[in-house]
C-alpha cells in the first residue's frame, strides 16, 4: 500500500473515532492484527465471563484462542457437547460480549445483519460490555454503503462459510431471498450507546473478517 492511499484510509479512521466517541461508544485504534489480543488483555481482565458472536475477525485475530485459553469464563456454545442455543441465552448475562460488525460508518454507526438476532440482540442489551473488532475494511461512508457492503460482500461470503443453500452462494449477491438457510433476517443500526463507553470499538489497520 502506498502512502497516499494509507493517509487517506488514516483520515477515514479517524474520521470515525471521533463519532463513534460522539456516539458515547469508545474507539481504539491498533495498526495490526497482532496487537489486538494484548488490548483485548486490558479492557478485559482475566476471570471475566464471557461470550461471542460468529465472526471470522475474532478467528483471524486470535482472540477467540485467547477466550478458549482457560484464562476467562468462557461460554462458548461451539464446545464439545455445548447445547448452542442455552449458551447463546446464557450470553446475555456475561461481563463482556466480542463481536465484529459488518459496517461502520463514517458517522460512528455500527451496522449489523443477522440471521437468528443472537448478535445483534447481545450488542443492543444484556451484556456488561461489548467489544466490537473490525479491520479498517469494514469503515463505509454511511449506511446506504453498509447496506451495499452487506449485500455485496458479507452475506454471500457468510453463507459460503456456514454451507448453506441460499441464492447468493450462486450468484455471489444477496437476492433477498426467502430460503429457509437465509441469513438476513434482523438489520440493525446502532447510532448511539445510551450507556458511555458500554460499547468498545477496536479498528484494526488491516483488513479482516468479511
Known amino acids: 500500500m502506498d ?54 475477525t475474532l478467528e483471524e485475530c486470535g482472540v477467540l484462542n485467547l477466550l478458549r485459553s482457560g484464562k476467562y469464563e468462557f461460554l462458548d456454545r461451539a464446545a464439545k457437547g455445548a447445547d448452542p442455543d442455552a449458551v447463546m441465552h446464557q450470553a446475555f448475562s456475561c ?8 459496517a461502520i460508518t463514517e458517522n460512528g454507526e455500527l451496522y449489523n445483519v443477522d440471521g437468528r438476532g443472537n448478535r445483534v440482540a447481545a450488542l443492543i442489551y444484556g451484556p456488561k460490555n461489548v467489544i466490537v473488532i473490525a479491520g479498517y475494511n469494514k469503515i463505509v461512508s454511511d449506511l446506504n454503503a453498509a447496506a451495499h457492503r452487506v449485500c455485496e460482500m458479507a452475506a454471500p461470503a457468510n453463507t459460503l462459510r456456514l454451507n448453506l443453500n441460499t441464492p447468493c452462494t450462486k450468484v ?16 440493525v443500526v446502532s447510532k448511539y450507546q445510551k450507556i458511555p463507553g458500554r460499547i468498545k470499538v477496536i479498528i484494526v489497520g488491516e483488513p479482516l473478517g468479511y
Do not use: W
Not at 479517524?14 to 496487537?35: G, H, R
Not at 449477491?173 to 441469513?183: E, G, K, N
Open 95 to 102: 461481563d463482556t460480549y466480542f463481536m465484529s460488525t459488518n
Open 172 to 187: 455471489g449477491v444477496c437476492c433477498d431471498c426467502h430460503s429457509a438457510d437465509r441469513i438476513c433476517c434482523n438489520f
Open 3 to 56: 502512502k497516499n492511499t494509507t493517509q487517506i484510509i488514516s483520515i477515514r479512521i479517524q474520521k470515525t473515532m471521533e463519532n463513534l466517541k460522539k456516539n458515547n461508544m469508545e474507539p481504539y485504534y491498533v495498526d495490526s492484527c497482532a496487537q489486538v489480543v494484548d488490548l483485548v488483555k486490558k479492557l478485559c481482565p482475566e476471570g471475566r465471563k464471557v461470550s461471542y458472536g460468529g465472526s471470522m
